[in-house]
């Protein structure tokens, strides 16, 4: 079973728009926001001779529910905006607001946006032990839009933590099996490479390994048991899903550069000649386009380590990925 991809709401916002061209303004300090909800209207249009003796309905028109906002009330620009706006006349009154919410793993932002009115505004008790808040009600005029986009930190710890942690398999010397890189390849037998996983820390080698710089985000796989011996292979695969297709940059680092990559059976990355000089640790950015990707499942296969080298004593091997 795949892991969760649920996601809180925290680092949604609520935001107003003014000026033209549009720009938002967040408003500070939100503490709970009911989205926009939509709704539609019905009618009973039961008749004498309606069929299996079964009211019958249609619908109407369609509208939304009222949005509701409160927040810690620290009456900065944006919050007297937010007054300015409830206490306005027709059709001043009514603005273009902005909802933006995390969702799946908070590797998208779901942004909702649309036109309103203030309809409830103010401060809501002045108390000893609790902070001064404020509640908002927002009534929506006319249609609402709702887009996804790629979030900003679009970084490997997400993409590794959407993945489940991806499954793996050790092969030895052996062939992979027939297929192993497509989307639809059965890996339900495989393992979940979680041994010497460490999110965010470089420091997975010893001293005597040169370790590139990586984002601090990085998601570092190892298996103690396959990995450390040079001349075994494993094979990971971790899937992923998209509401949009985008461009995005694998950075990849490996001890003696010992990894081959694939995009939903599509190879983006293979170097048969291994790095052993100086015992680094090489770096290798891997291109992945768009057009390698569709919206919905996606999967990304690696294959770690090689049987090209032979008589080398067991040592570090791990390999390092991040998304730019």
Excluded at 75 to 80: F, G, K, N, V
Excluded at 100 to 116: C, E, H, Y
């Amino acid at each position: 079973m795949s892991a969760s991809q649920a996601t809180t709401g925290y680092r949604s916002t609520f935001s107003v728009g003014s000026g033209s061209p549009i720009a938002f303004d967040q408003i500070a300090e939100v503490k709970s926001i009911k989205p926009v909800v939509l709704t539609v209207g019905e009618v009973e249009v039961t008749h004498l001779l309606s069929p299996n003796a079964m009211k019958e309905r249609i619908s109407t028109l369609k509208d939304h529910d009222l949005i509701e906002i409160t927040g810690n009330f620290i009456a900065d620009a944006s919050q007297q905006l937010l007054e300015q706006l409830a206490n306005a006349l027709p059709p001043q009154n009514v603005f273009q607001f902005q909802i933006t919410a995390p969702v799946q793993g908070s590797t998208l932002i779901r942004v909702d946006t649309g036109w309103g009115f203030v309809t409830k505004y103010g401060i809501v008790s002045l108390e000893a032990e609790k902070p001064i808040e404020f509640t908002m009600n927002l009534r929506i005029t006319g249609m609402t839009a709702t887009a996804y986009q790629l979030a900003s930190g679009f970084g490997a710890a997400v993409l590794y933590s959407r993945a489940g942690f991806g499954e793996c398999l050790s092969i030895g010397t052996s062939a992979a099996p027939s297929g192993w890189t497509d989307l639809d390849f059965d890996d339900s037998a495989w393992s979940v490479p979680v041994q010497n996983l460490v999110l965010g820390n470089q420091q997975v080698y010893t001293a005597d390994y040169d370790v590139p710089a990586l984002p601090a985000d990085a998601a570092w796989i190892a298996d103690s048991a396959a990995l450390h011996q040079c001349n075994g292979q494993v094979l990971f695969r971790f899937p992923f899903v998209l509401s949009q297709a985008a461009d995005f940059t694998l950075a990849i680092s490996a001890i003696f550069n010992l990894y081959e990559v694939w995009v939903n059976g599509t190879q983006v990355y293979a170097d048969p000649t291994p790095n052993i000089s100086g015992q680094t640790v090489s770096s290798q950015p891997v291109s992945v386009t768009a057009a390698l990707l569709q919206t919905g499942e996606n999967v990304l296969a690696i294959k770690a380590g090689t049987t090209a080298i032979a008589n080398l004593s067991p040592a570090p091997f791990a390999i390092a990925f991040a998304t730019a």
